[in-house]
């Protein structure tokens, strides 16, 4: 199929429209009861429509030669690069040329194949600014078409999340008016409260051995330290521009200002620990009650080697640690499988336990050299990109050639 020569404009702004309409008709709580202008920024850069900008003054020949079946005949074929939506160059205008348009889109470049039995430099030139001014043409009476579209984008996404919201608030605001006690789903997510405080309990000894005070952190403390920390990476993943340039020593001083002003304890970062330092590490009297790194994704050796080293900074006495992961890519999930599968391939790695959220997994594993004495590791995956204002659009598809 030829350029211009596919779906009309006005079925792509109907199709559009709707899609636009049932994605934020589909939002869940994650994403609206977050600020407004975000979720509405997002969506905005999503489904405005790009039409593709001609770069002429950059065109470059790209291949040359001899035309096949035609003796003495000559091809050149240009490129011609662009800005915008590749998948727009199919959709027919509201008003187009009755010519075929046959030249090929790959790797941001338009590339226009002129052929000439009898050709000249002048008349090669000639033909490839010719069809270039038909391709203009074109993309300017398409760009003219979504204009409309494009302008009205804003309001029409502010009204549709603001409906949404009210829609999901109300329903919350009736099921909270329910007199019936409502059983908690074991992986719900609990806003941390700002004056909680870790309570660092002591074992008791066994019958007939003198009493040795030694701190232990608790399941249910462990889990809200990681509540803390679960709760400032999604602030970063609401402001990516504050934190998209920070690198993971910037990023842990944010986290030791949080664990510091929510938690009794004192939170300390790049501190010796076992066979190096630690990024972040919280310590009630002699006794280390958190150890955790912050990584940023840097492929899966380099995750690999983070786990080896979360391990190697622990002492025998050391069970609860995290590894904080911050992802500047968009393949988040993908990114979290491959970190899941590096934990699940290490040699210590004993089983997979419950507790977490969706970009979070929590793992039992042995201490290095001792298959008898058990630690809980928590992966915390938070996806902060690394050019916030150049968010993914929504693709229109390319016709196949």
């Known amino acids: 199929m030829g350029h211009f020569s596919g779906n009309s404009v006005y079925s792509l702004l109907s199709?559009?429209?709707q899609h636009l309409r049932k994605s934020v008709l589909g939002m869940g709580e994650e994403i609206l009861l977050r600020p407004p202008e975000d979720t509405v920024a997002e969506v905005i850069d999503t489904y405005r429509l790009d039409v593709p900008t001609l770069f002429p003054d950059k065109a470059e020949v790209v291949q040359q030669g001899e035309a096949p079946r035609s003796a003495g005949g000559v091809f050149v074929v240009f490129a011609v690069p662009f800005e915008g939506q590749e998948g727009l160059f199919s959709i027919q205008p509201s008003s187009h040329l009755l010519?075929?348009?046959?030249?090929?889109v790959r790797d941001s470049e338009l590339r226009i194949t002129v052929t000439q039995a009898t050709a000249t430099k002048e008349s090669l030139e000639t033909e490839f600014r010719q069809q270039l001014q038909r391709y203009e043409n074109e993309l300017s009476r398409l760009r003219a078409d979504v204009q409309p579209f494009n302008n009205d984008l804003a309001k029409t996404v502010s009204d549709l999340v603001?409906?949404?919201?009210?829609?999901?608030?109300?329903?919350?605001?009736?099921?909270?008016?329910?007199?019936i006690?409502?059983?908690?789903?074991a992986d719900a997510v609990i806003p941390v409260p700002v004056t909680r405080r870790v309570k660092v309990v002591r074992s008791?000894?066994?019958?007939g051995e003198a009493f040795m005070p030694e701190a232990e952190l608790p399941s249910s403390d462990y889990e809200e330290i990681l509540r803390g920390c679960r709760s400032l990476g999604i602030q970063m993943e609401r402001s990516p521009g504050t934190f998209s340039d920070l690198a993971e020593e910037g990023i842990?001083?944010?986290?030791?200002?949080?664990?510091?002003?929510?938690f009794h304890g004192e939170a300390m970062g790049e501190v010796f620990n076992g066979d190096g330092k630690t990024d972040i590490l919280i310590r009630s009297g002699e006794r280390n009650i958190f150890i955790a790194e912050c990584k940023i994704w840097a492929g899966l050796t380099e995750f690999k080697k983070a786990i080896d080293q979360v391990l190697g900074n622990l002492g025998w006495r050391d069970t609860k640690c995290a590894i904080l992961l911050f992802v500047r890519q968009r393949s988040v999930s993908e990114i979290l499988e491959k970190a899941d599968a590096g934990l699940r391939e290490h040699g210590c790695f004993k089983r997979l336990t419950a507790g977490g959220g969706e970009l979070e997994r929590r793992y039992i594993f042995h201490w290095p050299g001792d298959d008898r004495r058990e630690l809980t590791l928590a992966l915390q995956v938070f996806a902060v990109?690394?050019?916030p204002s150049k968010r993914t659009r929504r693709r229109i598809a390319a016709p196949e050639t």
């Open 15 to 17: 199709e559009h429209g």
């Open 99 to 104: 010519i075929s348009f046959d030249g090929a």
């Open 162 to 179: 603001s409906t949404r919201r009210e829609q999901l608030l109300r329903a919350r605001n009736v099921l909270a008016s329910l007199e």
């Open 181 to 185: 006690p409502v059983r908690r789903r």
């Open 204 to 207: 008791a000894p066994p019958p």
């Open 252 to 262: 842990r001083d944010f986290f030791l200002a949080e664990l510091n002003s929510s």
């Open 385 to 387: 990109p690394a050019t």
